[in-house]
Nanobody, 121 residues
């Protein structure tokens, strides 16, 4: 098991920024990590992923240039910096872990409980 706990969500206005965090256990550095989101009535979608070392990152086209994924292996923490937020970014955001980076929900073995992000227009 890889316990994952997201935080940092909230209610913001369009154009604002938020930084999500995902706290993990000491095994964190072994895993590639990803952020996914799920809006009401929709499937869970890929947002961003990062390799275990942080050297490689991947983004969904919808967030490229606005969101930045990063990690601090010394602190066992994953981050998602979200800038220029839009109402369509409203969703529950989940962090996830797996061996080897992936961009599909089915690739990931371990999931957090999610944190709500709401962007008002």
């Amino acid at each position: 098991q890889v316990p994952l706990v997201e935080s940092g969500g909230g209610l913001v206005q369009a154009g604002d920024s938020l930084r999500l965090s995902c706290a993990a256990s000491s095994t964190f550095r072994r895993y590639a990590m990803g952020w996914f989101r799920q809006a009401p009535g929709k499937e869970r979608d890929f947002v961003a992923a990062i390799s275990w070392s942080g050297d490689s990152t991947y983004y969904a086209d919808s967030v490229k240039g606005r969101f930045t994924i990063s990690r601090d292996n010394a602190k066992n923490t994953l981050y998602l910096q979200m800038n220029s937020l839009k109402p369509e970014d409203t969703a529950v955001y989940y962090c996830a872990a797996r061996m080897g980076v992936g961009v599909y929900v089915r690739d990931y073995n371990y999931w957090g409980q999610g944190t709500q992000v709401t962007v008002s227009s």
